[in-house]
């Protein structure tokens, strides 16, 4: 094997590893082979490698030269190019790896962040939650997402003040659903009051104050659960006899609006008007479409 011929496969493998980052293995592992390719002693290292394979071709223009146990002449320049197609193959499914590593990597940076600027400056109101509606099905706070809700929580029973903001939240849905290109906008009445509030009973109530209301309740664990998460206070009051209904339960008094994201947008007191509610309501869905497209 000439001098000349080793340099060339040296060069080859130097450009291969140039490809390769410097700190990767296989870049040393060409490194190292190039550099005793181009040295002077590469020779030696062929001739040691042409004793244990005498079969194999070396890099002469001489013919075969029989069956006298002798060299017989295959291209050389086929182990150079397999050697360095080799390492190619390598580099190039590392670099693809490390390319799709990195772009999963900024695009979950990406999805923190804007959950980050979303959620930033908002208090921590609402969340998963596992109810019943009046007729009896499994309602989370999932079957919500993708809407615009008021979500009130109160209970039947209650003398005025329930049915004051039920029919306000009722005053402000047809206001909305007269506004043009306004979405429409889902109630939902949640009571605090699971041992007398029935789905059926619910059902009857709501129907005084909007068609499109839904009634929800549920076991008195997963009543508490939902207004932890929308940090709504009650209390039954004082302890009464079983099987006696006359009681008052004691509430937050508060009108809740979440966006389509499940994602607190804004509330509304008991002194807000329908039609303050309405100009409240129409500037945080235009910032929710300016944020989200």
């Not at 040295?39 to 062929?46: A, I, L, N, T």
């Not at 580099?91 to 940076?109: D, F, G, H, L, T």
């Amino acid at each position: 094997v000439s001098t000349q011929s080793t340099g060339m496969l040296g060069k080859s493998c130097l450009r291969v590893g140039a490809m390769l980052s410097r700190t990767h293995p296989i870049y040393q592992v060409s490194r190292n082979f190039s550099t005793k390719l181009s040295s002077r002693s590469s020779p030696r290292v062929f001739q040691s490698y042409f004793r244990l394979f005498p079969n194999v071709r070396t890099f002469s223009s001489s013919p075969p030269l029989g069956k006298q146990g002798k060299q017989s002449p295959v291209p050389f320049m086929v182990m150079s190019f397999a050697f360095c197609a080799g390492v190619s193959g390598v580099a190039y499914v590392y670099s693809e790896m490390k390319k799709k590593e990195m772009e999963e990597e900024r695009q979950k940076k990406e999805e923190e962040m804007k959950k980050e600027k979303l959620t930033k400056g908002r208090p921590l109101i609402g969340g998963p939650f596992t109810l019943v509606n009046t007729e009896g099905e499994t309602v989370t706070d999932r079957n919500f997402l993708g809407k615009w809700v008021l979500i009130y929580f109160g209970f039947t029973f209650c003398p005025d003040i329930c049915p004051e903001e039920l029919e306000k939240i009722g005053e402000i849905i047809d206001l909305m659903d007269n506004t043009p290109e306004a979405p429409k906008i889902q109630p939902v009445f949640v009571s605090v009051d699971p041992k007398r509030d029935t789905p059926e009973l619910i059902k009857s109530y709501l129907k005084d104050f909007h068609p499109r209301f839904i009634g929800l309740t549920g076991t008195k664990d997963q009543v508490k659960r939902a207004t932890k998460a929308y940090r709504v206070y009650y209390s039954e009051g004082p302890d009464h006899a079983e099987g006696a209904n006359e009681y008052i339960v004691d509430h937050s008094i508060v009108t809740f609006l979440m966006d389509p994201k499940g994602l607190w947008a804004c509330n509304f007191g008991q002194r807000t008007s329908p039609e303050e509610a309405v100009n409240k309501i129409i500037t945080k869905m235009n910032e929710f479409y300016e944020n989200n497209g």
